[in-house]
């Protein structure tokens, strides 16, 4: 059986030693903040990326749930859209832009 992760001999790296030994330490490296106490593993990984996919990156949820192998698009959908605010100002904006504004001064920014 092959593994992703092996040590330096044949035994199999366990995954609690990845991560207390590479991930978490290069997360802390790339500026994540994570406290002695928090738990952080491969499954933050799984979520942050999913979320930036979907809310920053724009793929199609359905491709993120095929990434994920989700039986369902709700569980995508529940667990990694959120509201963006900088995507929530954009589509206010693009609206703001859009109307007629009848005469009336059209505002500078919508907030």
């Given amino acids: 059986m092959e593994t992703a992760f092996k040590s330096d001999g044949a035994v199999p790296l366990a ?8 991930l978490r330490s290069a997360a802390i490296g790339a500026g994540v903040k994570i406290e002695k106490s ?10 942050s990326l999913s979320h930036w996919l979907v809310n920053k990156g724009k793929v199609e949820p359905k ?4 990434m994920l192998r989700h039986s369902k ?3 995508t959908l529940d667990l990694y859209t959120q509201d963006d605010s ?18 009336l001064e059209k505002p500078t920014q919508v907030m």
């Fill in 86 to 103: 900088d995507e929530m100002s954009t589509a206010q904006q693009l609206f703001a832009d859009a109307v007629d504004w009848c005469g």
């Fill in 38 to 47: 928090q738990r952080f593993g491969l499954h933050n990984l799984r979520h």
């Fill in 73 to 75: 698009i709700q569980t």
């Fill in 15 to 22: 995954m609690s030693c990845f991560v207390a030994d590479h």
């Fill in 63 to 66: 491709t993120v749930q095929s």
